[in-house]
């Protein structure tokens, strides 16, 4: 829903803005030191802080999978995938990374095909069938899970649905658009090609590509049901890092191995593909928008070029080093997850409602960040513990009652900026009504040309998450057995996909 959101309400003002940066919006939509101090923080703060996070919990999957795979150090399997990563992500720049990850995706998509068919057909399962079938596995196959088990059922069904996705900013899928998801609109060569790229990506990326995983984990359930089978497998493995998340590589030991070949190449396509997006990105946050803007504003491009390259091995060295003392990647994403709760929704209004300014999204960070903190460090030492999705609920009211209590405490943005802003981007909406007016008292006719209908893009948002859903749905009952279901929902999602295409016109 995050992704359907980017494609028909924010790809065309994100390619409008003409920003290098997603981080660089922040001085042309806000005004005076604050939005530069935000500028230059996020840039450091995402760039440095949070890439490192998400390279370390990537790098922890690589290491995974060299120990059990390849039979490599968690060291010697940094030290070769990183460098090599790193060569041809600082020499390339954007334009290597996006045509290596076109290559890469294929591989890994194709790998994590093969991987499930050789998956189901491991002798312990015996075929699909007998998957779907097993005792194991028949309590897992439930659309919505089961009404009993509460805690389940608000965590994986109602939060997800109704309220993760627009309230709580995580990479890669960030309500509004924003990182690598905005890095990649922006290159686009105009707004269509801006919009269509993300539909394309969202539609393959959660209609297509989520069933290999999906079906090697069932099958790891039974082949592996303990964590005590898992380490008599792999008797020689660090035992710190037999958790979990090391059923899917133990799964892929089973290959034969011409298969194994081809399924290594792809998980180090999938690895290679996200660290040198993460890389590029920091990289680009850290100089377009701390470098050149607050210390060297005179820099030349080959100096630039060279400051680049500098922090994409600084970015490089810290995660590695992060991801050898991590345990799972469970770790990451519940840190990023609870840092990022209750911010998502300024994201997106920012684009729709004059009042929000650089102040609140202060708030926002702070509030997030801290209350992330004291349910880290604080709450479980003097009160009850909360459970995961409680600590996210807590999050979002704090940090959502904190920044819209700024923006209309605080200092608006100044009428100059955001009378500029909005006839750059065509932003519209009834949140720039006032803006609007101000532009008409000078005697100049708001230009509406390119302005999108918001009943379109509502109806193109709804169409798309069916057709996503559909698809995704549709495809697991055929595989799991259910034919007419699955039939009837692919069918659905076929006449989704060609409604979103004729939408797709009006944009």
């Not at 003409?18 to 939509?29: A, C, K, M, S």
């Not at 020499?91 to 995706?105: A, C, E, H, K, M």
């Amino acid at each position: 829903m995050t992704g359907m959101l980017t494609v028909f309400f924010f790809a065309k003002l994100w390619k409008r803005s003409g920003v290098l940066t997603d981080i660089e919006f922040y001085e042309l939509r806000y005004s005076g030191k604050t939005a530069s101090f935000l500028r230059g923080f996020r840039a450091i703060f995402l760039g440095l802080f949070f890439n490192v996070v998400i390279i370390s919990g990537v790098s922890l999957a690589a290491i995974k999978i060299g120990g059990v795979l390849l039979g490599i150090s968690p060291i010697a399997t940094l030290l070769i995938s990183g460098v090599v990563t790193v060569i041809y992500s600082s020499l390339g720049g954007l334009r290597g990374v996006v045509f290596t990850d076109f290559i890469q995706f294929i591989l890994s998509l194709a790998g994590a095909i093969a991987a499930a068919w050789v998956a189901v057909n491991h002798p312990a399962i015996g075929g699909l069938d007998n998957l779907v079938n097993h005792e194991l596995i028949v309590d897992k196959l439930n659309f919505i899970p089961d009404l009993a088990n509460r805690e389940i059922f608000l965590t994986i069904f109602l939060i997800p649905l109704f309220i993760q996705w627009w309230s709580v900013w995580y990479p890669g899928s960030e309500p509004g658009g924003g990182g690598f998801i905005v890095q990649r609109m922006l290159a686009a060569k105009d707004e269509k090609n801006a919009l269509s790229s993300v539909m394309f990506f969202t539609i393959v990326h959660y209609a297509i590509r989520p069933w290999p995983w999906i079906l090697v984990a069932l099958c790891s359930i039974i082949v592996f049901p303990d964590m005590a089978s898992l380490q008599a497998a792999f008797p020689n493995a660090d035992a710190s890092i037999v958790q979990d998340d090391m059923a899917y590589p133990a799964m892929l030991s089973f290959m034969p191995v011409g298969i194994m070949g081809l399924v290594v190449t792809s998980l180090v396509a999938a690895y290679m593909s996200t660290l040198s997006t993460m890389l590029n990105l920091g990289a680009s946050y850290m100089v377009n928008d701390f470098y050149l803007r607050f210390i060297k504003p005179d820099s030349t491009q080959k100096h630039l070029v060279a400051v680049g390259r500098i922090a994409t091995v600084l970015i490089m060295v810290l995660g590695g080093y992060v991801a050898l003392h991590l345990e799972n990647a469970l770790q990451t994403f519940s840190i990023l997850l609870q840092i990022g709760a209750g911010t998502g929704l300024i994201y997106i209004l920012r684009w729709y409602w004059w009042r929000i300014n650089a102040m609140s999204e202060i708030a926002a960070m702070a509030a997030s960040f801290l209350t992330a903190l004291y349910f880290a460090f604080v709450h479980d030492n003097y009160f009850e513990p909360f459970a995961t999705h409680e600590e996210l609920i807590v999050g979002i009211l704090v940090t959502s009652f904190c920044w819209v209590s700024t923006a209309y405490l605080s200092t608006p943005t100044e009428k100059s900026v955001l009378i500029s802003f909005v006839k750059k981007t065509k932003a519209p909406g009834p949140g720039w009504k006032r803006i609007h007016n101000l532009i008409g008292s000078t005697g100049e006719k708001v230009d509406t040309t390119g302005y999108f209908d918001f009943q379109a893009a509502i109806l193109a948002f709804g169409t798309g998450v069916i057709g996503v859903y559909s698809f995704l749905f549709g495809t697991g009952n055929v595989l799991l057995g259910d034919m007419v279901n699955g039939i009837l929902l692919i069918i659905l999602a076929v006449i989704a996909f060609w409604a979103l295409f004729a939408l797709r016109k009006r944009f």
